[in-house]
Nanobody
């Protein structure tokens, strides 16, 4: 039900846009997991698109949005740093407001690798 794509290799300071395509309109969160680290919350957007949230380390650099139809959620990542290197996954839930907890998302897409070189 969820497809995440758009990862790749980019130099520090560069940009990437990740996309998460769902079969319907959901509240969507992006999470990432770096090697030998726990999965962490990155950003989320409510079902309506009216509410968004970010973890402190990406505020001002990443922007989450959704298209007009509402089925695709984007994560625009600018000013990328080597520490942003991780597998990024999107998750969805039917509840209207977002959560920063991965356990509160019922549906997960496959991850997409983002590698930022120094």
């Amino acid at each position: 039900q969820l497809q995440a794509f758009g990862g790749g290799l980019v130099q520090a300071g560069g940009s990437l846009r990740l996309s998460c395509r769902a079969s319907g309109r959901y509240t969507v969160g992006w999470f990432r997991q770096a090697s030998e680290k726990e999965r962490e919350f990155i950003a989320a957007i409510s079902k309506s698109g009216g509410s968004t949230g970010y973890t402190d380390s990406v505020k001002g650099r990443f922007t989450i949005s959704r298209d007009n139809a509402g089925n695709t959620v984007y994560l625009q990542m600018n000013s990328l740093k080597p520490e942003d290197t991780a597998v990024y996954s999107c998750a969805a839930r039917g509840i209207s407001w977002y959560s920063t907890k991965s356990s509160e998302y019922a549906h997960w897409g496959q991850g997409t690798q983002v590698t930022v070189s120094s």
